[in-house]
């Protein structure tokens, strides 16, 4: 099982609004509502931010938001903070191989 | 409060055994899955397989099948993930994370361990 694509760095200055990108197939993210993204700062655990494609666990600020087209699904930050910058991973269920599949990582920049 | 507690850190030398542990607390630890999560140094995540406490049923991804050893112990709450002969490859951090469901597919990792640091050197 192939890790989902993201790209590797996306930046913006505070106040701005970036996506994010994961691209998978049919059989991960094209396939089934399972995307979920996780944020990680350095030298800490991933913290879940957006699950099933489009929802905020509690807590979790409605400055991110998560989308779905095809076989590729987005993060949005808007409104970019300094404590937003970090790197971020996109996950997905897969019916393949194996049950769940990470993707390459984004490392976000706050210009 | 919800939470997974995991095992301290371990240096080992090549061909040692090891067994790392995750303890839940302030739910049914026997109702989630729990899973496994390698981050070698500088790199990105990579998902090695689940557990089902209840049951201990397990899945691994092909990556990690015969390389490691995923097992619970319900009674005390606690999943492990198990080394029979360490590689200095096996260096890395390790996660232990709650999925919050499996039903027509697997849910995200809700609840997260501190992560236990594996160093592999002779």
């Known amino acids: 099982q192939s890790a989902l694509t993201q790209p590797a760095s996306v930046s913006g200055s505070p106040g701005q609004s970036i996506t994010i990108s994961c691209t998978g197939t049919s059989s991960d993210v094209g396939g089934y509502n399972y995307v979920s993204w996780y944020q990680q700062h350095p030298g800490k655990a991933p913290k879940l931010m957006i699950y099933?494609?489009?929802n905020r666990p509690s807590g979790v600020s409605n400055r991110f938001s998560g989308s779905k087209s095809g076989n590729t699904a987005s993060l949005t930050i808007s409104g970019l903070q300094a404590e937003d910058e970090a790197d971020y991973y996109c996950?997905?269920?897969?019916?393949?191989?194996?049950?769940?599949?990470f993707g390459t990582g984004t490392k976000v920049t706050v210009l | 409060e919800v939470q997974l507690v995991q095992s301290g850190a371990e240096v080992k030398k090549p061909g040692e055994s090891l067994k790392i542990s995750c303890k839940g607390s302030g739910y049914s630890f026997t109702s989630y899955w729990i899973g496994w999560v390698r981050q070698m140094p500088g790199k990105g995540l990579e998902w090695m397989g689940i557990i089902y406490p209840g049951d201990s049923d397990t899945r691994y991804s092909p990556s990690f099948q015969g390389q490691v050893t995923i097992s619970a112990d319900k009674s005390i709450s606690t999943a492990y993930l198990q080394w029979s002969s360490l590689k200095a490859s096996d260096t890395a951090m390790y996660y232990c994370?709650?999925?919050?469901?499996?039903?027509?597919?697997?849910?995200?990792?809700?609840?997260w361990g501190q992560g236990t640091t594996v160093t592999v050197s002779s």
């Open positions: 099933e494609v489009s």
């Open positions: 994370a709650r999925h919050a469901g499996y039903s027509y597919g697997l849910d995200g990792m809700d609840v």
């Open positions: 996950s997905s269920y897969t019916s393949s191989s194996s049950p769940y599949v």
